[in-house]
């Protein structure tokens, strides 16, 4: 499906499970798929629903299509204030266990309204131990207790990219990460490497009485991206094949320091290099950033920024992209689903117009 075939837009309507979070495009059956933080919904190209998928308590985050034709995305069970809202949202009073998992959608069994998401195969999930950990890490420092190694708050963007080390194309985990201003541990994006051959071993049902911990012992890798501090870490991430490079949506930092813009770019083609990590005093492999957009001398950081694409940022793989513009008004949420051209400026999408 060529990009002159594809709408200008696609409009959501009208949705209450929570504001959009990510998008997936399946090209090949021309369908759409949206995560409206509780459910996950189907769409085909005009905007009409094709189906929906419920029965899940956790945040469903940004979503990545993968090439066994299932859509992925990050999903977080947690008590913190996030977590409860969401309890609050759908009427759940019971509280749930802090864990993290990959979930798994067959689009093809996604064929109605308000399916359970525990029954008929339509999702499986993968637990991941290490963002879990990390979230729930406790240590003492300067007399103070501290929590949330890295300042995890769970997980967020997903993608699939090719490999940093090895070869093959790997999902590509970020971390969520507490904008707290008074620690210094913060100020990088976390990118865990997972083989999906290898996730595959581990898929289970995800059910209310069953927060299973299936899942591999460690992520294959563990990668570090010096940006700066943001407001819960990376939103969406998407690979894109026409620059090679790795975009990350965030919602901006405080911390004064920093630029705190909104949109970074990790190179795609380099070898992670181990260094020790600033403000943590540890070991990690650490990735770099693009060098595009605006530089600032004094951090080294290079940055851009858009207004859009923390609630859905697609690449089409030809210099043009599906944008997220959400919408959001008395607890009903909607998005329109834009088509960008890439521009490569600071910033580096404009919206493609009628002919």
């Known amino acids: 499906m060529e990009n002159n075939n594809l709408p200008l837009t696609i409009e959501t309507g009208v949705w209450r499970g929570g504001h959009i979070q990510g998008i997936a495009l399946d090209r090949a059956r021309g369908h759409l798929y949206c995560s409206f933080t509780t459910e996950l ?43 409860k809202g969401i309890l609050d949202l759908l009427g759940v009073e019971n509280e749930v266990k802090n864990a993290f998992y990959v979930a798994i959608f067959d689009g093809e069994k996604i064929t109605e309204r308000d399916m359970n998401a525990e029954k008929g195969g339509v999702m499986h999930t993968v637990w991941l131990r290490e963002p879990t950990e990390d979230y729930l890490a406790e240590w003492a420092e300067n007399g103070k207790t501290q929590k949330h190694r890295h300042g995890c708050s769970g997980i967020d963007g997903v993608t699939f990219a090719p490999a940093f080390e090895g070869k093959g194309m790997r999902l590509l985990v970020a971390y969520g990460v507490y904008g707290d201003n008074e620690r210094e541990d913060n100020d990088y994006q976390v990118l865990l490497s997972y083989d999906p051959a ?24 563990k990668y570090f991206v010096y940006t700066g501090n943001t407001t819960f870490g990376v939103q969406n991430m998407e690979y894109d094949s026409h620059t090679g490079d790795i975009f990350m949506a965030v919602y901006r930092g405080r911390k004064e320091k920093f630029l705190n813009y909104n949109l970074f770019r990790v190179a795609g083609k380099q070898t992670p290099k181990t260094e020790v990590l600033r403000g943590v005093g540890i070991e990690g492999k650490t990735l770099s950033l693009a060098k595009t957009g605006l530089f600032d001398e004094k951090t080294g950081i290079y940055t851009h920024e858009f207004k859009h694409g923390s609630t859905g940022l697609l690449s089409l793989g030809d210099g043009y992209f599906y944008i ?20 490569g400026e600071f910033k580096p999408f404009a919206a493609v117009e009628e002919k």
Do not use: Q, W
């Open 41 to 83: 919904v189907k769409f085909d190209l005009a905007g009409n629903v094709l189906g929906s998928v419920k029965g899940f308590t956790g945040h469903l985050g940004c979503l990545a299509m993968g090439e066994d034709g299932r859509v992925y995305g990050s999903l977080e069970y947690k008590n913190d204030s996030i977590g």
């Open 198 to 221: 290898e996730l595959a071993k581990y898929e289970a049902v995800l059910a209310a009485d069953n927060i299973h911990t299936s899942g591999p012992e460690r992520a294959e890798a």
């Open 324 to 343: 997220s513009e959400a919408k959001s008004e008395n607890g009903e949420y909607s998005s329109v689903i834009r088509l960008y051209r890439y521009t």
